[in-house]
Each structure stands twice: as C-alpha cells, then as structure tokens.
C-alpha cells in the first residue's frame, strides 16, 4: 500500500547539525498531508464517479442491445406479416379467379339450358301451327262440302214430319 496522510503527519526524521527547521518541516508536512488527502479524496470521488458511469454505461449497452434486438424483432416480425399478407392476397386472388370461373360456367350452362328451352318452344310452337292449320283446313274443307247443309234439312224435315 502507498502513502497514506497518517504516515505523512506521523513522519519523524533524524536530526542533524545545521538541519532544516523544524517548525516549517512540520508545516510543511502538515500542508502535504492536507494536500494529499484533498488528492484522495478526490480519487475516491472520482473512483466512485467512474464506477457510477461504468454502471450507466453498462446499462445504455444493455439498453443498446435491447434496442437492437427489438429492431431485428420488429424487422422479423414485418417481414412475416408481408409474406403473409402476400400469401392471403395471393389465396384471394386464386379464390376470385375460382369464383368468377364458377359464375361463368354456371352463366354458360344457364344460356345453353335457355337455348335449349327456346328451340324446343320454337318447335312446338311450329308444331302448334301445323296442327292448327291442318284442323283449320280440315275445317274449311268440311265447310266446302255441303254435306252438312243436308244433314240439317234432313234434320228439318225430320222435325216436320213429326210435328205433324
């Protein structure tokens, strides 16, 4: 261990013929020893001063750390939710295109099923009509024939002669 200002107060030196007097080498080492414990109190607070920023510097370094890890996190985690929004948009995308492939099979099955219905009604429609026309010939035929004008005064005659 070094000096301390016990050991500087408490320093005795030998005397000698025509030394140094004594009274200024006791102020003399009074004031050293004042000087010298200002000194180690000094280092003492700045000792305690350095350990104190030690301290906050390791807490700033574990803040740092911290900080960065949240960023590397925080990186990580947006570029988890843009895969993942892509792949959603992409499953919407396929999901849509699905759909609108549905609705159009479905709009092309209901126009070939209309289709259908229409010719099949214009069939019997033009079926109708040559029915209709037959039976209206047939009719205007039997209407030429005056077969049926004899056949009521037949019916007249018959009506008659039971009058009577």
Do not use: C, P
């Not at 050991?7 to 004031?31: H, P, S, T, W």
């Not at 740092?64 to 948009?89: F, G, M």
């Not at 079926?127 to 077969?147: C, H, N, P, T, Y």
């Amino acid at each position: 261990m070094g000096l301390t200002t016990i050991d500087i107060q408490n320093k005795e030196f030998a005397r000698g013929f025509r030394g140094y007097k004594q009274e200024e080498v006791d102020d003399f080492l009074e004031q050293v020893a004042k000087d010298f414990e200002a000194v180690i109190k000094e280092k003492i607070s700045l000792e305690e001063k350095v350990k104190q920023l030690e301290e906050k510097l390791e807490q700033y370094q574990k803040l740092e750390n911290t900080l960065h890890n949240s960023i590397i996190v925080a990186q990580e985690t947006a570029e988890d939710v843009k895969r993942n929004a892509n792949k959603e948009a992409e499953l919407i995308r396929r999901e849509a295109e699905k759909d609108a492939q549905r609705i159009l099979e479905e709009a092309r099955y209901k126009a070939s099923r209309i289709l259908a219905e229409h010719e099949e009604i214009y069939k019997q429609a033009q079926i109708f009509k040559l029915r209709f026309r037959s039976f209206v010939e047939a009719q205007l035929a039997s209407l030429e024939l005056e077969d049926w004008i004899q056949v009521e005064n037949e019916e007249n005659e018959n009506e008659n002669e039971s009058s009577d």
